[in-house]
């Protein structure tokens, strides 16, 4: 008797945080037309003078039971359940579960055929119709040639790896490019074993004849220059870079999101990726990954993101009700805020960087010069260059995933198709909200953007690379700018200040 007198949530109150908790994990709960329902059965609870239990409802639609309503009990089951075996919604159940973990850490299981990442609707899809049609390959007819399109975080990375490790298995002759360095070196460094499936368009382009590849997958294509390069960031003469995927390959994929291109010699757009492909004489497959995973499974922050940089905001609403937001949005008024929660979640073990618009100079490639100053007093140096000799600071390829990342400021470049748990993102004065839309300030844009000549192009590319730089993390994402009016349009927008 004693153990019902003391202080216990309701028995209702812990089985809906255990039904918001497989929403949160499982995105079979997306679909609305899956009923999820909750009870709670008290077997032990016999004492007639706590069956008043029964007839409280701290929460809507989650009745409680005891051994002495074994009737009410036996209508809620047939009420709720089929007669039919569970075994497949079972399996569908584990099948659709999201994972909340890196993919990084989980590349070497991923390309080794072992991985606890689930691949999940459209994902699942495009793994299965790219097997479909490397075994079924002939050297007659038109070729096929795969285009997965999908924004950031929707699992482009993991299909490739996924299709990598299959084939491989399998024993067929496959490669994995990118047109991200940091992505392609980071990948290949986890993939012990296999790193030599991870190649440049150049070595592939020189070194491979055609068909002689059953399967390439081209990752990050929307960053592809026109034509594969060569020494000193030039490119070769003769044939584009699409071409050369799909001519050494029975099975070309080529993945891809509009969103992320950023500058001038990225000219992969869908649409020019799709108007190439049929100028080669190929079979276009497209297959659209519609649902963003990355973070926590949250559609709710993608579309916060999307609207937000295409300057129609909408509120944050972090608080669902009986379906609350998953993943975490801050806002901060400094830098120096923004780093100390940052700072405590990696002592907590968690992974967190910050990355920032490039809007100052960066002539240093150390790591170790603070050329990052958005605000008095507060300075960072940019992450490092691939050729540098500072003790504990990464190479710039591996800046988002090796310890030591988080002393320096990442960019656009070095954080481009990786991810970690948390991320900070710094806008600077490039980028500012004046009341009612974006304005792009040019006297403010560094790096290759400021190669950028169409003011509308440069306005694209400045909001995608933001957009990039808020999707990197997979559980919360700070927000700081050194504009005081885009501050409080966060603040408008429900933002929860740190």
Known sequence: MDAYEKHKKHPAVQVHENLLALKVHHSMFDDRYVNLVGASYLHNLKEPEYQWIRHVSPRNGIPTFTVRSPGEL?????????????????????????SNSLIEPEVGAIVAGHTKFSLVENQLTAVTTVAEALDSWAPVGTKKVFVVSGRAGSGKSLIALTLLGQALNARREACYVSGGIASRETFKRASNGRRQAFATLNNIADNRAANELDLILCDEAHRLTERPMKGSYSMRPGESSVSVVVTRAKVPVFFIDGDQRLFSDEVWSPEALTSELHDLGTEVVPITLDRVLRAVGSATYDTWVQHLLAGDPLPWKPD????????????SDSAATMERFLRDKENEGESARISAGICWKWEDRSGTDPEVNPEPGW????????????????????????????????????????????????????????????????????????????????????????GVLMTRSIRGTVLYSVDSATRKLFADLGVHKL
């Open 74 to 98: 036996g209508k809620f089951l047939r009420d709720n359940f089929s007669a039919q075996s569970g075994a497949d919604a079972a399996e569908a159940l584990l099948d659709r579960r999201r």
């Open 320 to 331: 669902g009700g009986n379906d609350p937001e998953p993943f975490q949005l801050y806002y």
């Open 379 to 466: 300075a960072r140096p940019w992450n490092a260059g691939d050729q540098h000799n500072t003790p504990g600071v990464p190479k710039r390829r591996f800046w988002a995933t090796e310890p030591g990342g988080f002393g320096q400021i990442g960019c656009v470049h070095t954080a481009q198709g990786l991810e970690y748990e948390w991320g900070g993102v710094i806008m600077g004065p490039d980028l500012t909200w004046d009341g009612g839309s974006w304005k792009v300030h040019r006297e403010h844009v560094r790096s290759k953007a400021n190669r950028i000549n169409a003011d509308e192009d440069l306005r694209r590319a400045i909001r995608n690379a933001y």
